[in-house]
């Protein structure tokens, strides 16, 4: 039954009224003058007045219960959920409303997906909707049912009853389920369970592949999988492959091979590996089903680990693709030093952080950004491949040597990007004076053809062109339709933030037409003063015939090179090629747009070639500071004969050890260069390693020295390695690192100084790790790692060697599951909400498809909407609509006590016109009624004449303003008629404020 009554949030302000009294005493003055019942009406309006802001203050709310109840699907969309059981869970909430569809009409409904995060589907707004397909989208990578009933507890309207319907098979990887459902039980809040059946099928998993995290080398270590086999008990044994593999660079090295024949639950197969070199080492467990409709998925046959091998320092060499080959003289002095080294150009580079970890050190001997041939040939290091080179150095401590040469530096187009920030120098020069500046105009392509992809890569490839420039360089960027569309006419580039948003703003559409670009670019680095000028011109299209001849001429004249771009197969290839050609530069046919940032990024290289600084006759170093780099080499360096120049960090960390005494400038002569830079060394040497600049020092005795003591000084220290033992494990998205320091006798050692660590994750972004001592001698660390993909994990011990070891999360824990978590689902339908009846278990504790789930809802079998929750209520705050009631109710009482009403003519009056209105007079009157009447009619009509009479000499002029005066009377003869002339003066007139005061008291007296 439903019921009203109000309630007062602030009750303290009731005590109010107590005043009550004392508020009519202190306006007691407010009343003197009123009589009857205008006194009355008075006292009552300002007793109201006060009555109302009273309940206002005190928050007066209007309490009702009803009958109302909202309903709330949550549908579990996580990868443990087969496709065809999503399907069906929409016509299990279709069937669901439809089956109460006429008899619960007034109820509200929503649904909601979840997966590692919850999404609102359909909000609880209509009575009865209809689900259609989920548009949502969540990640099914988890399931976290605990924040999918957290966000359903807050969706509930406060004026309904609250019902949450689960659809899910249990299997929770996220949160604590349980703990947010009592949260509901005790909100009154119902939870019925469907749970989702999963399918009988045979599954087989690696969970996971085990091995020592540090081994010695030349030390033979265990390698454990462990698979999980999941099939009914009269199915046959799992048959497949078992490969356990050790990569490296896209290369796979095989170390086991064996056939197996998997029975119910798990099996660990267990084989042996040794290694002879040292190095960060990735291994993978690889199933291979021999019938695969014999295995439910296989994104779960696969685990990797990682361990790391001690022993002398591992150093990868990488090598420009368009020179192989020029750097074999360094490689062959670095192994001289004792040091392994492997050697890679920019065709085989990296592709995650983990393949890095094998390596103390990484040295770029004359590599630029993007290298290689024409075409879809061009390689370059992708932002990713940056980010991971910069996070070795900078969060796990691997070396960095950049060795120069033409290629390197800002000549190899390395200004503004990532590793510029990792170096000691900038690729930049800011100094006018040491270096002229160059110009690069880019000619797009922006017609209709170019759409889509096409214009958003040649964007962005436009903007990385434009950030490799030094500021002082110079860019004119004209697109073309069937007309040109200048972008940014000639203009320095200076930080490019400018230039590169006018750039992000083109659109395609329209004809093919490239002359007028073509001709607005010439004609901008015609006026440019740069020493070196270059044009990129970029179609996929046919242009019409124009006289290129005169305008490549002109180019030449003005000693502008001009290279080409075609993209697809549609270009006009003859024309491009002609103009590559007779313009000095390079023509690039590409089948896929994906290949133009690389372009654009290699020729963008030749406006920086002033940069590169040629010394005639060559030059000796300079020794400019003492380093461990030089010991040993007194007898000087022999001349070198160039160098890229670059620009000194204004930083105390950078150390100079060699400068070139030309140019004079000490900050853009630098020849070597070291800093610091997270827990890792750079190294910058500027010139070459015996190529075009330093061929002399080949013979020199000094050079196997030189260049291995560089690299050493970067290396990460590896001494004391093996008296630290790291283990990993991973649980519900969360990851334990143990670390456990040891003396020669694997005796636990207390440390008195601490550790800090760093995860990369897959992102490559880096996170601090906190480390923790628990014990004497054993230190733990916890990180997040829900994401799937490789986790790099660096402990460095205050004083001591860096600890590696990676953590591999190959796939979501969703495939781990084969059954539902029935036991989970029971406890969550079996908690009572408060003032209601626990949830139902829909399908009993033998649930069979959603199918059948939904016949038992459309046979009444189970029914969400049924009333077995307290009632609602639904509170509405009145104050507002008090104050207002107040604020009329006080306008109300200044008119009582300022406006004076007869009643009793005003009564009359009203009797008279009602009598008149309705045509009749009353026959029953008596005589002495009507004359009683009459009489006061008559006293009236004199009363409102002799009003109206006041009034009209109050506002009448003085006669005098208006008439001449009056001629003199003559005297008469009779005396007693005669008045002397003080006498007969008439009284002075009245002012027009005493004929008023005067009225008014005359009025007052006949009243």
Not at 599 to 612: D, G, H, N, T, Y
Request: net charge negative.
């Amino acid at each position: 039954m439903n019921s009203v009554w109000l309630h007062f949030d602030n009750t303290h302000y009731l005590w109010l009224f107590t005043l009550l009294p004392v508020f009519w005493w202190i306006g007691r003055g407010g009343f003197s003058g009123l009589h009857g019942g205008q006194w009355m009406a008075a006292v009552a309006a300002r007793s109201g007045v006060f009555a109302l802001v009273v309940l206002a203050l005190a928050d007066t709310q209007v309490m009702r219960t009803n009958n109302q109840l909202t309903v709330l699907y949550l549908l579990d969309q996580s990868h443990s959920i087969p496709d065809d059981q999503r399907e069906a869970m929409v016509d299990f909430v279709n069937a669901s409303i439809e089956a109460h569809r006429q008899s619960e009409g007034s109820n509200r409904v929503g649904v909601m997906v979840f997966g590692r995060q919850p999404e609102m589907e359909i909000p609880p707004l209509d009575a009865m909707p209809v689900l259609g397909r989920i548009q949502s989208l969540v990640d099914p990578e988890y399931s976290d049912l605990e924040a999918a009933l957290a966000h359903a507890r807050g969706m509930f309207p406060g004026d309904t009853a609250g019902r949450v319907v689960l659809v899910t098979d249990g299997n929770e990887n996220l949160g604590d389920a349980v703990a947010e459902a009592k949260v509901l039980a005790d909100a009154g809040i119902s939870i019925d369970v469907v749970p989702v059946p999963l399918p009988q099928q045979i599954e087989v998993a690696v969970e996971k592949l085990m091995l020592p995290a540090v081994v010695r080398d030349g030390e033979p270590f265990e390698i454990r999988a462990v698979l999980r086999a999941d099939i009914q008990s009269d199915d046959r044994p799992a048959a497949g492959t078992v490969r356990i593999v050790r990569q490296a660079f896209g290369r796979e090295e095989i170390v086991a091979e064996q056939s197996v024949e998997l029975p119910p639950g798990k099996t660990v197969l267990a084989v042996n590996d040794e290694l002879g070199r040292s190095g960060f080492f990735t291994y993978e467990a690889q199933y291979s089903p021999a019938d695969p409709r014999a295995d439910g998925t296989a994104r779960n046959n696969r685990a990797t680990a990682f361990t790391q091998i001690v022993g002398s320092g591992q150093v990868l060499v990488i090598e420009n693709a368009e020179e192989r080959g020029a750097h074999d003289r360094l490689v062959d002095a670095l192994r001289r030093g004792g040091l392994e080294v492997e050697l890679i150009d920019t065709t085989m580079l990296f592709s995650s952080l983990a393949e890095l970890q094998r390596f103390d050190c990484v040295v770029l001997a004359d590599v630029p950004l993007a290298s290689g041939g024409a075409g879809d040939e061009v390689v370059a290091f992708s932002d990713a491949q940056l980010r991971m080179l910069v996070e070795n150095t900078e969060s796990l401590g691997c070396g960095l040597v950049v060795v120069g040469g033409p290629n390197s530096y800002g000549a190899g187009g390395w200004a503004s990007s990532e590793l510029e920030k990792a170096l000691p120098v900038d690729c930049q020069i800011k100094d006018a004076r040491v270096v002229p500046v160059g110009a690069l105009g880019l000619v797009i392509d922006r017609s209709g053809s170019m759409d889509g992809e096409k214009i958003q890569l040649s964007k962005a490839a436009a903007i990385a062109a434009v950030r490799s420039l030094g500021k002082r360089d110079m860019v004119s960027v004209v697109a073309f339709d069937s007309t040109a569309v200048p972008i940014a006419r000639l203009r320095q580039v200076d930080n490019g933030d400018r230039v590169s948003a006018a750039i992000q703003r083109l659109s395609a559409g329209g004809g093919t037409d490239m002359y007028p670009a073509f001709a607005q670019v010439i004609a901008d680095l015609e006026k440019a003063e740069a020493a070196v000028k270059h044009i990129i011109v970029l179609t996929d299209g046919q242009t019409p015939n124009r006289p290129f001849d005169e305008l490549l001429q002109r180019a030449k004249q003005a000693k502008i090179t001009v290279s080409a771009v075609a993209i697809g197969g549609d270009a006009q290839i003859p024309l491009l090629t002609n103009i590559a050609g007779a313009g000095g530069g390079r023509f690039y046919a590409v089948r896929s747009p994906k290949a133009v940032p690389r372009i654009f990024m290699r020729e963008a290289r030749r406006v920086s070639r002033p940069l590169v600084r040629d010394l005639k006759p060559p030059q000796t170093p300079v020794v400019a500071s003492d380093h461990p780099i030089l010991a040993g080499l007194s007898e000087g360096f022999p001349p070198i004969r160039g160098f890229v120049m670059t620009t000194l960090k204004d930083s105390s960390l950078v150390e100079v050890v060699l400068r070139s005494p030309v140019p004079p400038n000490p900050e853009n002569s630098t020849l070597l260069a070291t800093w610091n830079y997270g827990l890792g060394r750079v190294v910058a040497f500027t010139s070459d390693a015996g190529q075009r600049w330093t061929n002399s020092w080949t013979g020199w005795e000094g050079y196997d020295a030189f260049f291995t003591k560089m690299v050493r000084s970067t290396m990460r220290p590896t001494d004391g390695v093996r008296n630290y033992t790291l283990a990993t494990t991973t649980d519900d998205g969360v990851t334990t690192v143990v670390i456990d320091a040891l003396d020669n006798e694997d005796n636990y050692v207390h440390q008195t100084t601490g550790m800090s660590g760093t995860v990369v994750g897959p992102d490559s972004e880096p996170m601090p790790l906190v480390v923790e001592q628990v014990a004497p001698g054993r230190y733990v660390g916890r990180f997040d790692s829900r994401q799937s993909g490789t986790y790099i994990v660096a402990v460095a011990p205050q004083g001591g060697p860096t600890l590696r070891t990676g953590v591999s999360v190959g796939y979501s824990p969703e495939y781990r599951a084969r059954e539902m978590n029935l036991p989970l689902l029971e406890t969550i339908a079996g908690l009572e909400p408060r003032g209601g009846v626990a949830g139902q278990l829909v399908g009993g504790a033998t649930p069979g498809n959603l199918d059948q789930t939904a016949e038992q809802l459309a046979s009444g079998a189970s029914n969400p909407f049924r009333r077995d929750l307290r009632q609602a209520t639904a509170v509405d705050s009145i104050w507002p609509w008090l104050v207002m009631a107040a604020a009329c109710l006080f306008v109300g009482d200044v008119g009582v006590r300022r406006v004076r009403f007869d009643l009793a003519a005003l009564f009359g009056l009203a009797s008279d016109k009602a009598g008149s209105l309705l045509g009749r007079r009353n026959t029953n009157d008596s005589p002495a009624t009507i004359t009683r009447l009459q009489s006061r009619k008559q006293r009236l009509r004199e009363e409102l004449a002799s009003r109206r009479a006041a009034a009209e000499e109050i506002d009448a002029p003085p006669v005098e303003q208006f008439q001449a005066p009056a001629p003199p009377v003559p005297p008469t003869t009779t005396p007693a008629t005669t008045l002397s002339t003080d006498e007969s003066s008439d009284p002075p007139p009245e002012s027009y404020t005493e004929r008023l005061l005067k009225a008014k008291r005359d009025a007052t007296q006949r009243e």
